[in-house]
């Protein structure tokens, strides 16, 4: 093949940025450490495979006469070429294991490797979900034991544990509150949202028949009580509050939110993303809360495995919990955990579950993982990790607020994240070019341009599993980028400079779709790349 | 604490720079009624990872493990062998402790494996595009029928589902529809070897938004979806195919070969494993270009840098919450992307060859146990066709039957009466998985043990 690699590089590809680490253009495109890896379509081949298995006998099939005849497509890998591929494409990746990653709202701790163990064990990791309850009774002390953690650590009655993620968790949160206005005839039409809330909170509700309608903000970036108060009425099935909220708050009217709401009838979610702020320092149902979720990939430390899986149970009030879904967990006088499914639901007395949300009974690899970390911090360490985590915020808070805008920094300590806006930045340089600059310096950024009632927000997580030497040097880093940034640093605006790739061209990817691979069209006459096995 | 590396002297040093006299300070806007003065009641204190270990060692024991068992489950969730360094790569923590990949230029590890993960699952299902996953094969197939409805823009509003459709994911569906306002046609399957597709297309109508069907069945039962393709395009429906068995396709026909128009499915099959029901895989994929802005979920698009290097990003997100917030197709946000990475490395290990052998050899042990099993006095088998899952009859209640082979180490498959316990029609049927894991001893002591237990 003409071309040494497939990544689009080509020998003599100028580079515009004479600041990088200059030296001599490589055949290979690789710069040491730094290697390129093709596409698995490019290199792999359909006849070649990394697995053992017997040959096809000729034995007559009974498919229905519906046997695969054409060519799939699907390039296979040796062990090692696969081994390989993957890895190469790893330490493309930032990760929390290579460094300090405060993306705001995501809670990126330190994922500890006994979870790993644990939930690899073999009575975990290798059993049916449809197995006879007889001969799963330790998945079910599992599910039980991490449910009652989870009501101890938040006040509430119930949970219910099968929803996979935040999101389906604040779907079944509130599909349990239309179950309970249905089972009182009460038809409501209107859920209240924050404008600051994660963009879940207002899906949610419009996809369970909801419309969706702001809660004004104070200029101090809570919720406005007294405009609440005032919007409040029959129409509204539900307020959906983030506690911390997304600006790092603290609502400290919650208590008188919930009445408000309460008084009218309505009922308050919870939005439980940002729990590890108060883990065993406050309870959500002290303060009213109905319904909430709890992302254990947050706050229980289940790895986020660049994009999921996760899992978010919801945590549920005594007038919410008879709604939760099937499957359900309960335990009886004598101690017993039972399963409760379509089949049982009548001798447990759960019969107004408003449904099913899910195949089986949740993510019980995230369950495993989440008990391990609760039980290896136990409630002394929990209210540690509270407090370590707005620790750190706040550290990070204080020590860069005279060289960035804190919008909400005069009202009072934050919580577990610290919010600056992009104001005093050099005109022609915003929040994306400071984050890309962060890159350059070794860290992921913060997550940029959320909430959306900041100009150009950048909110810092720190979490607990810093160390304050961590923090002080992406604060270092962080004084140093953002003095250019309001010095109009156009070496900004062309960063990442020292990354796998440059600025990527998001316009181009979204106005011409290329969302597989297609083997590219040969030359009339000659064999196509895959034909060739790619080589 | 072994995962906080604060100091006590750290954390007066940062005190101090922050202006706070203690870390309850930080804490004031709590209201001091609702402040817990002390840690939790009743939770035990913290432990060592060798405590820790030790008891959930102990829970993990109480269960009896797939391997410890001649095992026979399927239902939406098989058992496969997967390979070693399936589980090695998943656990490099570059990929295990990254976030969604929100700063590509620092992601493209994520990135271009999930844009391989893509086109193999496009190509598998016979698709033009897939996602980059959902939670499951369950939430998959309901996120179908809400598009199918985006598409009908709300004026179709019946659903009809198959009846041989997973029950669990039947629920699902009707779970949703309750709040969406779609009316659901379904009824539980009869016992027959060929599933009554005649019956399937007659509720179709104009009113239809979509047909749900399984691929194979939940009864195991394979059959060409041409006819119903074409009965649901007739009036205006979208076929939406339901697969909760990868391996399959490695030996029948894609769903998008026979005129699906959106294919989902369960991937757990493939680098996942059993887990007790998760994390799994949904997988969610298009054949027509024309619906790929109505998918729900995430899609990783190529592009290049600024020096025109070849690169990958998240595309199409003006579909997604973040972005669209009320109007969005969804309100997914984390996936299954670590899930996704298994099942792309234990695909890319097997390839095209791995994959139809390894189909191939399902089949060919379960061909072997339904002669096996049909020659059990009290014994009858359902299916003229299956893959590698069957339904035989007992002729008496499955469940029991399930419960007592279970004592003996037995996992003699999914009772009917587990699955669809509404239907007694169904009681005596008893759903038998067989795959490359599955030994010719494994299938002889289930024999023997219900010639025993049926005699
Ligand atoms: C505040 C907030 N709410 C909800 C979610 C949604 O959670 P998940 O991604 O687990 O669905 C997130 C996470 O991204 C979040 O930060």
């Not at chain 1, 309608?213 to 029959?234: C, H, N, Q, S």
């Not at chain 2, 395009?233 to 339901?242: F, T």
Request: charged share 20%; net charge negative.
């Amino acid at each position: 093949m003409s071309a040494p690699n497939q990544s689009g590089w080509k020998p003599g590809t100028p580079v515009e940025d004479h600041n990088a680490m200059s030296g001599p253009d490589t055949v290979t495109g690789n710069r040491a450490l730094m290697l390129e890896e093709p596409l698995l379509f490019e290199v792999g081949h359909v006849e070649t495979t990394g697995v053992d298995l017997p040959e096809p006998s000729s034995a007559a099939t009974r498919l229905g006469g519906m046997d695969r005849a054409e060519a799939i497509g699907l390039p296979g890998l040796s062990e090692p070429e696969a081994v390989r591929h993957y890895t190469r494409l790893s330490r493309q990746n930032y990760g929390i294991d290579l460094g300090f990653f405060p993306l705001g709202s995501c809670t990126m701790k330190h994922n500890p490797r006994l979870n790993e163990k644990v939930a690899r064990m073999p009575g975990f990791a290798d059993v049916h979900p449809l197995q006879p309850v007889q001969t799963v009774p330790g998945a079910l002390e599992v599910i039980n034991e991490l449910a009652n953690w989870l009501i101890d650590l938040t006040g509430m009655h119930g949970v219910a544990m099968s929803p996979k993620a935040g999101a389906h968790g604040e779907l079944c949160g509130i599909l349990c509150i239309r179950a309970a206005l249905e089972a009182r005839g009460d038809a409501r039409k209107v859920v209240l949202v924050p404008e600051s809330a994660h963009g879940t909170n207002p899906a949610t509700a419009a996809f369970a028949g909801y419309e969706v309608e702001d809660i004004p903000a104070t200029a101090e970036g809570r919720v406005d009580l007294e405009a609440l108060k005032a919007r409040l009425g029959p129409d509204v099935a539900a307020v959906m509050i983030t506690n911390p909220n997304t600006c790092g708050l603290f609502e400290r009217d919650m208590k008188a939110i919930s009445d408000a709401v309460h008084a009218v009838g309505g009922f308050v979610y919870c939005d439980g993303a940002n729990f590890n702020a108060i883990v065993g320092k406050v309870r959500p149902g002290d303060l009213g809360v109905d319904a909430m979720h709890i992302n254990l990939h947050k706050t229980f430390s289940t790895p986020h495995g660049g994009g999921g899986p996760g899992s978010g149970p919801v945590v549920l009030s005594e007038a919410l919990a008879p709604f939760g879904p099937l499957p359900y967990v309960v335990r009886d006088e004598d101690g017993e955990v039972h399963l409760v499914e379509e089949e049982n639901a009548d001798q447990y007395g759960h019969t107004q579950a408003f449904g099913r949300m899910t195949a089986f009974h949740g993510q019980m690899g995230m369950f495993t993982r989440a008990l391990t970390y609760m039980l290896s911090h136990g409630a002394d360490g929990l209210k540690q990790v509270a407090e370590d985590a707005v620790l750190n915020a706040n550290y990070v808070l204080r020590s860069l607020d005279d060289v960035l805008d804190a919008p909400f920094g005069p009202s009072g300590p934050c919580m577990h994240e610290a919010l600056f806006s992009d104001d005093g930045f050099a005109e022609d340089i915003s929040t994306l070019d400071l984050a890309k600059g962060l890159i350059d310096e070794g860290y992921h950024p913060m997550t940029m341009y959320f909430p959306l009632v900041v100009h150009g927000a950048m909110l810092i997580e720190p979490t607990e599993t810093e160390s304050k030497a961590a923090l002080d040097q992406f604060i270092a880093a962080l004084r140093s980028v953002a003095g250019r940034a309001k010095a109009g640093d156009a070496t900004l605006k062309t960063a990442p400079h020292y990354a796998p790739r440059r600025r990527l061209d998001e316009t181009l990817a979204a106005r011409k779709p290329v969302l597989a691979y297609e083997e590219p069209v040969a030359p009339s006459g000659q064999p196509t790349m895959s034909e060739q096995g790619g080589r | 604490m072994r995962y906080l590396p604060l100091t006590e002297a750290d954390r007066s040093a940062m005190l101090e720079t922050i202006g706070a006299p203690d870390v309850d300070a930080l804490f004031s806007d709590v209201p001091e009624e609702a402040r817990l003065t002390g840690p939790i009641e009743g939770l035990p204190m913290h432990a060592s990872e060798m405590a820790v270990e030790k008891h959930m060692r102990r829970l993990s024991k109480k269960n009896l493990a797939a391997s410890d068992a001649a095992f026979f489950l399927g239902a939406g969730a098989y058992k496969h062998h997967v390979p070693a360094s399936v589980d090695h790569i998943i656990q490099r923590g570059e990929f295990l402790t990254a976030y969604t990949p929100y700063q590509p230029e620092i992601a493209q590890g994520t990135l271009q494996m999930l844009f391989e993960f893509q086109t193999q699952v496009a190509r598998l299902y016979g698709c033009h595009v897939a996602n980059a996953s959902m939670y499951d094969g369950s939430t998959a197939c309901w996120e179908a029928v809400a598009m199918a409805s985006r598409i009908a823009r709300g004026k179709k509003r019946k659903v009809v589902l198959s009846g041989a459709l997973h029950p669990h994911y039947a629920e699902v569906v009707k779970t949703m529809a309750k709040f969406t306002e779609d009316e659901i046609a379904h009824a539980s399957p009869a016992l027959q070897a060929q599933p009554d597709n005649d019956g399937l297309i007659a509720r179709i109508d104009d009113d239809t938004s979509c047909v749900v069907v399984q691929y194979p069945d939940i009864l195991g039962r394979v059959t060409d979806l041409q006819p119903i393709a074409d009965a649901a395009h007739e009036k205006g429906a979208l076929l939406i195919v339901v697969n909760t068995e990868p391996v399959a396709l490695g030996a029948i026909k894609s769903p998008g070969e026979m005129g699906a128009d959106i294919v989902v499915g369960e991937g757990q099959s493939l680098g996942v494993g059993l887990q007790f029901g998760g994390p799994y895989l949904g997988l969610f994929a298009v054949t027509s270009q024309k619906h790929v802005r109505q998918m729900p979920g995430r899609l990783c698009g190529e592009t290049v840098d600024a020096e025109g290097k070849r690169g990958f990003v998240l595309t199409l997100s003006t579909r997604e919450q973040h972005i669209r917030r009320e109007k969005a197709t969804s309100n997914i946000c984390t996936n299954s992307g670590l899930c996704a990475l298994a099942f792309s490395v234990h695909m890319t290990l097997l390839g095209e060859k791995g994959l139809r052998r390894l189909a191939l050899e399902n089949h060919r042990l379960a061909c072997h146990a339904v002669e096996r099993l049909s020659k059990v006095p009290g014994v009858t088998v359902l299916n003229d066709s299956f893959f590698n899952e069957f339904t035989i009859r007992l002729g008496t209640d499955a469940r029991k039957v399930v419960r007592t082979l279970a004592e003996r180490d037995i996992l003699a498959g999914v009772s009917l009466g587990r699955l669809f316990p509404d239907n007694a029609d169904l009681a005596d049927g008893l759903l038998v998985a067989v795959t490359e894991t599955t030994t010719e001893e494994d299938i002889e002591t289930l024999a023997s043990a219900l010639e025993e237990v049926l005699s």
